[in-house]
């Protein structure tokens, strides 16, 4: 395994993880819930009027804020090597995932380990792993 040095960002990563881990903290501090994007869009879905309006808020952020970023620093080329059919599938199975397992990995990966929740360890343990083996599979045994 190499690392691709032109496309290696130490700062910025680092830059985007600070900022991640304090919003998730301002917003556990302030409203006393967990910042996991799973539960957030799933009461909107389900109707949760009281909350509507940060939901919208939250939501608009995050489509909004490439657009910021744009203005200050070009987009970075995305490039997807699958077609319309593995894209839709993964989501699909994605989605069933967070249902399975309670939250998404932001909700578990950031807020939840950061609470030393237990269930948010094995749940991002097997976020991982998963993730691991799948890269394995789909690169060294189906290739």
């Known amino acids: 395994m190499t690392i691709d040095w032109t496309h290696f960002t130490p700062w910025a990563s680092l830059g985007g993880g ?11 501090l ?27 808020a939250f939501f608009a952020g995050l489509l909004v804020s490439p657009l910021v970023y744009s203005w200050v620093a070009p987009l970075p ?12 599938v993964a989501g699909l199975l994605v989605g069933v995932g967070t249902r399975y397992g ?7 990966g950031v807020c939840g380990l950061s609470r030393l929740s ?19 599979i789909v690169r060294h045994v189906l290739a």
């Open 18 to 28: 600070l900022v991640l881990g304090i919003a998730s903290a301002l917003f556990i």
């Open 30 to 56: 302030v409203s006393g819930r967990v910042l996991g994007i799973s539960s957030i869009l799933g009461d909107m879905l389900r109707g949760a009027r009281a909350d509507l309006g940060w939901r919208l």
């Open 77 to 88: 080329t995305v490039r997807i090597d699958a077609g319309w059919v593995t894209l839709v």
């Open 102 to 108: 309670a939250g998404c990995t932001s909700g578990h």
């Open 118 to 136: 237990a269930r948010s360890l094995a749940a991002t343990l097997t976020f991982m792993a998963t993730g691991f083996a799948t890269v394995f």
